[in-house]
């Protein structure tokens, strides 16, 4: 350890605090007279007074300690083991399963005679190995190298083993993450990479809800694999009947085919399917030919009526941007040729209405009434004097007639919902539309969504409104000329998705009623077998206030009738709960609180549906281990390698300690030495001075 003394002074300096120290020592005991010491402890005192004057002065000078440190760091070898399913569905599974962990322990065992060894074990996540059990369902390889930066960043990693088939199915590719890594990744070939004779479901494609009485469509892909001339079956059940099936004759050793099966909703809420293909001889696994999939059936779409003042191609868009939308049934009238209830629908679209011709105050009456919400769509057939007299939250002053071109501009203070960044980009490149030249006047339950620009200036003028005044919802649009957005959208992304979100998500807030309820719980409908349940429950006072003093309790029921009781935590004025991850099945809930005298409850459904992905590629990847060990200096080496691979790293001589100096400073003043080395010549001088009778 090598010492220094840093000054913010000349060094020069330091002449000063030893004459100090000098004239203070001389005066006390040279020059006075007066107190009689023998020479011994003239001297004694003189060297005391000296040093600890001198010391004082020094120390006012701030002077700083620099000491440069010098430690070892002993080399780090991690390894880190896949415990997915994968390794456990080939012809070694009985190797992977009974050999192989105590082999792998017994290897860490030499290494660490060695080095210092850290085990982990991947697949959903990195973890501190535990417990060897191949039950991990997904295998994210690239996590490796984001643990490594986290955990041992400036550290002496002197190389990496990964024990693996080469499988991943989540995450980077890992030849890319690893690039750029200072140290060798070694591997350790595990699986097999000969296909074996199975059949599998690789893939369900369905719908996550569908309507009742609907036919809707489950896409399966079957995939079998050295199954040359086999036949099968595959089924599809709810409720322990069979709904669909159809015989397989699988012609070729890397079978793959798609059947789409056409099922009828039959019953209202979440259900439960299974799709099954029937063994053949000799397969690998049976895990495999069976999948599980939820829907789920609601009663009906929402009906949305367009009634327009005449033919007019917006109307055309905002039906195609409608039924793009699964949640939404529109059908388009005339204002002439109408002759329906206007109760039968749930939402109301009026384009350039009302018009000179037609006056919509008897229907806008009923719609009120029946608690519709209606979109209105200015443009040159629209009668403004008689729009305002509807009172929709706006109202519209004509400055003169005719119109002008307004392109939409985002606002930014508009909080009713959020649209996507694609879609809030692309607002203002979709061409103008036809607003009338007027000024706005706005009520107080009034947003704006995108404001006008004209020409080249944005202005206070609002394109887009929405409007909700008690339990009243309404909307404009103060323009003609959407269908142009639409085409837009297509001709710059080869896609409508920019003009349907914006058309849907207006729809969308139309009509989803307010929940008044003062007890409220919101989760995921959808889980997968690997994801926690998250429950976030909200609890409002008579004033509608949040609140979260009384306790919430939650009760999750599975498809058996057991029944499992939580108590919800608190998160600001919330509350939050995660029940962990349950088995694949359908499960109720029922929460409840009491606030005051009143109990509330909440309760709903949720599914978890299983994730079957490590049994659908059983083909152990090995190049991919070799790549990612050569391209990182490292080799690939198999099981029963496993002491060449001890003597390699052992080998390696640039897997080493490493000495790493470092530079540490410390004010002086602050060490406990000096001042306990002052307090001893002070205590001392006191002694002897009052050994000999002198003050």
Same mark, same amino acid.
């Given at each position: ?16 605090? /030893? ?95 060695? /080095? ?26 690239? #996590? ?13 990693? #002197? ?63 079957? +995939? ?56 053949? +001889? ?27 003042? =005449? ?113 809030? *980009? ?10 009338? !030249? ?31 005044? #008690? ?8 323009? +003609? ?17 920019? !003009?349907? *979100? ?58 058996? =009738?057991?029944? /499992?009781?939580? $108590? ?26 009491? $606030?005051?005298? *009143?109990?509330?409850?909440?309760? #709903? ?28 200096? =490292? ?39 000096? /001042? ?7 205590? $001392? ?11």
């Amino acid at each position: 350890m090598n010492v220094n003394f840093i000054l913010d002074y000349p060094w020069w300096f330091v002449v000063f605090c /030893f004459a100090t120290g000098a004239i203070a020592a001389a005066v006390l005991y040279y020059r006075n007279t007066s107190a009689d010491f023998s020479p011994w402890q003239k001297a004694l005192l003189s060297f005391a007074r000296f040093v600890v004057v001198t010391v004082v002065a020094f120390l006012l000078l701030a002077p700083l300690l620099e000491m440069q440190i010098t430690s070892r760091q002993e080399p780090v070898i991690l390894i880190y083991q896949d415990n997915t399913g994968s390794l456990t569905t080939t012809r070694d599974a009985a190797f992977t399963r009974d050999a192989w962990p105590d082999m792998l322990q017994d290897f860490t065992t030499s290494m660490g005679n060695h /080095f210092t060894v850290n085990s982990y074990l991947f697949g959903e996540q990195v973890r501190a190995a535990d417990t060897l059990d191949f039950q991990d369902r997904i295998t994210d390889m690239a #996590g490796i190298f984001t643990s490594l930066d986290v955990l041992y960043s400036n550290r002496n990693v #002197g190389a990496v083993i990964i024990a693996s088939d080469g499988i991943y199915n989540r995450g980077q590719n890992p030849v890319f993450k690893a690039s750029g890594l200072m140290f060798p990744i070694y591997t350790i070939a595990m699986g097999d990479t000969v296909p074996q004779r199975d059949l599998l479901i690789n893939q369900l494609r369905h719908n996550r809800i569908t309507y009742l009485n609907n036919i809707f469509p489950l896409e399966i892909t079957v +995939e079998a694999r050295q199954a040359a001339g086999q036949r099968t079956r595959v089924r599809v059940f709810h409720e322990g009947q069979v709904v669909y099936e159809q015989p397989i004759v699988i012609n070729s050793d890397n079978y793959f085919e798609t059947i789409t099966a056409e099922l009828i909703a039959e019953e209202v809420g979440i259900k439960r399917y299974r799709v099954e293909l029937d063994a053949i +001889e000799e397969e690998i696994t049976l895990e495999n030919n069976q999948r599980d999939f939820f829907i789920e059936v609601i009663d009906s779409r929402q009906k949305v009526l367009i009634l327009s003042a =005449g033919p007019h191609p917006d109307v055309g868009a905002l039906k195609q941007a409608l039924d793009d939308n699964e949640n939404y049934e529109a059908e388009v009238f005339l204002i002439d040729d109408f002759n329906q209830d206007i109760r039968d629908f749930d939402i109301l679209v009026f384009h350039q209405l009302p018009s000179p011709r037609a006056n919509l105050a008897r229907i806008v009456s009923q719609a009120n009434q029946a608690g519709i919400p209606q979109l209105y769509i200015l443009g040159a057939q629209s009668n403004i004097s008689a729009f305002n007299r509807l009172q929709t939250g706006v109202q519209v002053n004509i400055r003169s007639a005719g119109f002008t071109d307004s392109r939409g501009v985002p606002a930014s203070d508009f909080t009713l919902f959020q649209l996507t960044p694609e879609t809030m *980009e692309l607002m203002p490149l979709f061409p103008p539309l036809q607003a009338p !030249f007027a000024t706005f006047s706005l009520s107080p339950g009034t947003q704006v969504l995108a404001h006008q620009r004209i020409g080249t200036v944005t202005t206070d003028y609002p394109l887009i409104t929405l409007t909700q005044s #008690g339990e009243r919802k309404t909307g404009m649009i103060a323009g +003609e000329g959407l269908w142009r957005w639409r085409l837009n959208n297509f001709a710059r992304n080869n896609n409508h998705e920019a !003009f349907n *979100e914006l058309i849907s998500r207006m729809i969308q807030f139309l009509s989803v009623a307010e929940d008044r309820s003062f007890f409220r719980i919101t989760t995921e409908s959808f889980l997968y077998e690997n994801e926690p349940a998250i429950f976030d429950a909200e609890l409002y006072n008579p004033s509608y206030e949040l609140v979260n003093t009384p306790d919430v309790e939650m009760i999750i029921t599975n498809e058996e =009738g057991v029944e /499992f009781t939580y $108590l919800f935590g608190r998160t600001g004025n919330g509350y939050r709960l995660n029940a962990g991850v349950f088995p694949v099945g359908e499960y109720t809930y029922l929460a409840r609180t009491q $606030l005051g005298a *009143e109990e509330h409850t909440a309760e #709903g459904i949720f599914t978890v549906s299983p994730l079957n992905i490590e049994n659908i590629n059983t083909v152990a990847n090995h190049q991919l281990l070799y790549q990612l060990a050569e391209n990182t200096g =490292g080799k690939m080496f198999f099981p029963y390698q496993l002491d060449d691979l001890l003597d390699e790293i052992i080998a390696r001589d640039d897997i080493r300690p490493v000495l790493y100096a470092q530079n540490q400073y410390e004010d002086i003043v602050n060490l406990r030495w000096i /001042f306990f080395l002052l307090l001893f010549l002070l205590t $001392l001088e006191w002694f002897i001075r009052k050994y000999t009778g002198s003050y």
